[in-house]
């Protein structure tokens, strides 16, 4: 039985319920039936709010829509061992089949646990799998309402000592095109050359 | 088919020949218990978390479990599984994995993994990690690991 662990800072575990209504009522609402998309299109898309966050250097990011910069986001943490590391490397092969349009697309990783996730860890730790990958950790009120927003839900789990915490978390990814409208959702399982495909498709 | 007759002084020296053949026959390694191939671990910065793959092949007759897996490389070594449940992806201890007789226990992306814990040194494509694989035969087998582009 999983057991949420209370936390200070980011109330994940808070987010937990709502998030999987959320994430429910976004995957109710997506279906294939629209857009033509390899992905589970969102029908109609959604307008996301947009998030910024900080570097460790100090500049800024945001998910704010950039003109002809479609966007892709995945909300995991540095010490997954499995399902975050398959997404990054995931992604590595959707940028290597893009080729030069790959420069247009927004790879962004948020960490749900920007605990022990610092803006320096997150970072480095995208930028590991190719350096044009955003890793992005934000404050405790910037996480929590960006996990709302798209649904994610995320909960610490009793680890060993070893591993410390764990936390499980939604393992999809996001595509929002360059308007700022989430359009389709890839959940886990889902072939990486679906995400390929509906990339170019909106490149 | 009809061997040709052998001349009787040949004799001694194809019974001689029969008998090489037999040894070699007779001294052929025996098969191993447990085999592991198609291994590869992931790339990871010192003291950040990795994870390996592998197929283990129980060759032997009846079933075996993998009960732990160690390693100098790290400060842990785990067998988890990644399950969803309720829309999140959860990682399951695994603390006994039985393999049938003359089967395979396939680790993949998604499914079952050995999570690194606080690796020693940074691991980059080319490198390798050692590992030890412990039965609930007691076996131990070694095995090295090479870190594979991801």
Not at chain 1, 129 to 158: C, I, K, N, Q
Not at chain 2, 49 to 75: C, P
Request: charged share 20%.
């Amino acid at each position: 039985m999983r057991r949420r662990l209370s936390r200070d800072g980011v109330r994940v575990v808070d987010v937990l319920r709502r998030g999987m209504v959320l994430a429910s009522a976004v995957l109710l609402t997506a279906c294939d039936l629209s857009g033509g998309f390899k992905g589970m299109a969102v029908d109609p898309p959604r307008e996301m709010p947009s998030f910024a966050f900080l570097r460790a250097n100090g500049s800024s990011f945001s998910t704010a829509p950039e003109p002809g910069r479609p966007m892709v986001l995945f909300f995991g943490y540095t010490h997954c061992p499995d399902v975050c590391p398959t997404t990054l490397a995931d992604w590595k092969r959707v940028r290597a089949t893009l080729g030069d349009d790959a420069k247009s697309v927004r790879f962004v990783f948020v960490t749900v646990d920007p605990d022990r996730d610092t803006p320096a860890v997150a970072e480095r730790y995208a930028q590991m799998y190719d350096a044009s990958f955003e890793g992005v950790s934000g404050d405790a009120l910037t996480t929590s309402r960006m996990l709302d927003a798209y649904g994610v839900a995320a909960a610490r789990e009793p680890g060993t000592n070893a591993t410390g915490y764990l936390v499980s978390h939604s393992p999809q990814v996001f595509l929002v095109d360059s308007h700022g409208k989430l359009v389709a959702l890839y959940p886990l399982g889902t072939g990486w050359d679906a995400l390929a495909a509906d990339l170019e498709r909106l490149l | 088919m009809t061997l040709p007759a052998l001349p009787s002084r040949r004799l001694p020296l194809a019974i001689a020949m029969g008998a090489a053949i037999s040894c070699t026959t007779a001294s052929a390694p025996p098969v191993e218990r447990f085999v592991v191939r198609s291994s590869w671990a992931r790339i990871a910065d010192s003291g950040a978390t990795s994870g390996a793959y592998l197929e283990i092949v129980n060759n032997d007759s009846v079933s075996r479990s993998l009960v732990g897996v160690a390693t100098d490389d790290a400060a842990a070594a785990e067998v988890h599984e990644t399950m969803q449940h309720e829309a999140m992806a959860h990682m399951m201890p695994r603390t006994d994995l039985p393999i049938a007789a003359g089967a395979v226990l396939t680790m993949e992306p998604g499914g079952v993994h050995v999570m690194l814990v606080d690796v020693r040194r940074a691991l980059a494509v080319g490198d390798s990690v050692r590992l030890r694989l412990r039965f609930s035969d007691s076996t131990d087998v070694p095995v090295t690991v090479p870190v594979k582009t991801p």
